[in-house]
């Protein structure tokens, strides 16, 4: 079985973006982002209600990240280091090489490029780093500019997911699942 090693930490660089480790500094970002009901909109977590609970976040994040359970950057804007957004690798299957990309951006920053940047460079890393054969997306059905990215990054269309393959939370959603291979 493949086993992943996130230490040092792999942070990126993009035209304008630093991909980082997130720091307890970063608690108010994130409280920012966790407490958004845009950014809510599409997903099935509760709203972060206080600070507290984003420090708790932050604190899990780096649990499972020194557990190899996943790679979770911050993205940091180069010129002033605030955090703006995340993205990630998690759920792997180290048998099939898979993992599962998720990602957020504060509305301030969409529509600018800056996930693209980042997904860019996170595809880069999971399939020239980690080897990964195969990352996957799973998203609200309703999410059209998330849906229009992954195309942009050579994500297919895989299938609707079944009531059964979600998590509880998830149970009201419509969800669609996309694959990009490293093949391309």
Not at 28 to 36: A, E, P, V
Not at 107 to 126: H, S, T
Not at 130 to 151: C, F, G, V, W
Not at 162 to 169: D, H, N, V
Request: hydrophobic share 35%; proline share 3%.
């Amino acid at each position: 079985m493949q086993t992943f090693n996130f230490s040092p930490f792999p942070t990126r660089t993009t035209a304008r973006l630093q991909l980082r480790r997130l720091t307890t500094e970063d608690d108010r970002c994130i409280f920012t982002l966790r407490s958004n009901e845009q950014i809510q909109e599409f997903l099935s977590r509760p709203l972060d209600e206080d600070i507290s609970q984003s420090q708790y976040f932050l604190k899990n994040i780096d649990r499972g990240i020194g557990n190899q359970e996943w790679i979770y950057w911050g993205l940091a804007l180069q010129t002033t280091n605030k955090i703006i957004g995340t993205i990630c690798l998690w759920n792997f299957s180290r048998e099939e090489k898979c993992a599962e990309i998720g990602y957020e951006l504060h509305p301030d920053y969409q529509g600018q490029g800056y996930m693209q940047e980042a997904i860019e460079a996170v595809l880069e890393y999971g399939f020239t780093d980690m080897q990964l054969k195969n990352i996957e997306a799973y998203l609200h059905i309703h999410n059209t500019k998330s849906i229009r990215l992954l195309i942009r990054n050579k994500f297919e269309f895989l299938k609707k997911v079944a009531p059964e393959e979600k998590f509880e939370s998830e149970s009201e959603f419509e969800m669609l699942a996309y694959t990009r291979s490293a093949r391309l």
